[in-house]
């Protein structure tokens, strides 16, 4: 509910008190009255526009105002009868510029009792569209300086009928969980060692498929940008360290990785899904992949912006998403209808979800098996606290391009870290 206006009387007492300092606004004045400082300093700005201070000679600006124009009326004999003065806040020392990249959202006004204009607040927001295009043309020159991987010689002996699929997702580089609150340390450098530690018994523990997939489920990254929050909903995240840090870790880390995994299988494709903590990281990391390995043939990197994905391998097709836009229970018609000429020269049918840290399997018979998978990483805070919990792992599964799957490997943090 708006303040009702300032009485004439109010007015004219700050008025008075204010005339009998020279028009100056003092704050033993204002304890002498009564009112705290702000209020009287509000309250002989009113009574200045209203006009009752003019006889000051000569009327001085009040606080935070400046005096825009002055007016007189003056008599048959030139004598002044009457003097205006008209007042406007103070100016900036220099106009205003938005920072880069911020456009103007709203404006906010205060306005007098007599709906003149006192102040105004301009609100700004971030160019959505200069920030697209900030980011393709940053993509655009990683693509251009970056060393590219020569081809190297593949593995020997190696299995063509059989796919290894790494199924790993919500790692969440960049998330700092405390062992007392949450069960276990998780930061930036326990977040490394651990992915490749899994990488490393894993690829060890696998069959020698001729082909790999690099299956990155999203949520890669624990937030977007240099602020610390959920891209769509803002929610406040606990952060290990500064975002320039985690996406250097995270080049670092998954680099390694393919050449490891380059080393045990012939063909590696990759995966990196679209999430909802990392939507942009995952955009760059896709193009920046594809752009490192563009000399290589045996990686390929599906660059493919959709939040859905596809990799058909013989009889057997084996579909993506991090689980943000659709449920276990609903997804299976999404990709039956998304990739209607795979799904239908193909007899085995599967899907990968992550999202909410935990395992479950819906088995459709006349479509496809939905899994959804634990994640690595351990709960933060929020989880924590929350009761969201989950044990957590990760799987090699592995496809066969005549009969399906035909076989997994269930690794632990505890099974793998030394």
Known sequence: MASPP???????QAADACRADGGKVLKATADRLGWPLPTYKSRVKVAALRGLLLDLSPPPAMPGFRISQRSTLKDANGNIRQEAIQQRPEHGEDPFTP????????????????????????????????????????????KEELPRYEPVA????????????????????GMLAWREESGADY??????????????????QSPDAATAILCQLGDLLHYDSHETVTPTHRHVLDSDSRYQKMVRV??????????????????????????????AGGAWLRELFATVYENEPRVTVDTSPSTFNVFEFGATSLFYHHGHKRKIGSIDGVFAGKFREIFGRTKYSYAHLGHLHSDEMKSAPTTMKVERHETLAAPDAFAANGGWL?????????????????GRNILTPEMVQS
């Open 390 to 406: 989950s044990g957590r792992s990760a799987k090699v599964i592995t496809y066969s391009k005549r009969f399906g799957e035909v």
């Open 187 to 204: 930061d930036l450098k326990i977040a490394e060692k651990l992915l490749l530690d899994w990488f490393a018994a894993a690829i060890r």
């Open 250 to 279: 995270v080049i670092r880390t998954m680099r390694q990785i393919v050449s490891m995994l380059l080393e045990k299988h012939e063909h590696v494709h990759v995966i990196m899904a679209d999430a909802n903590h990392d939507p």
């Open 154 to 173: 593949p593995p020997r002996d190696v299995r063509e009928n059989l796919l290894n699929q790494y199924t790993v997702t919500d790692l969440h580089f």
């Open 99 to 142: 920072p880069p990249g911020q456009i103007l959202d709203k404006v906010s006004v205060l306005l007098n009792p007599e709906r003149g204009e006192i102040i105004k607040w301009e609100k700004y927001k971030t160019d959505d569209l200069a920030r697209q295009v900030a980011l393709r043309a940053a993509v655009d020159a990683l």
């Open 6 to 12: 300032l009485s004439d009387e109010l007015a004219q």
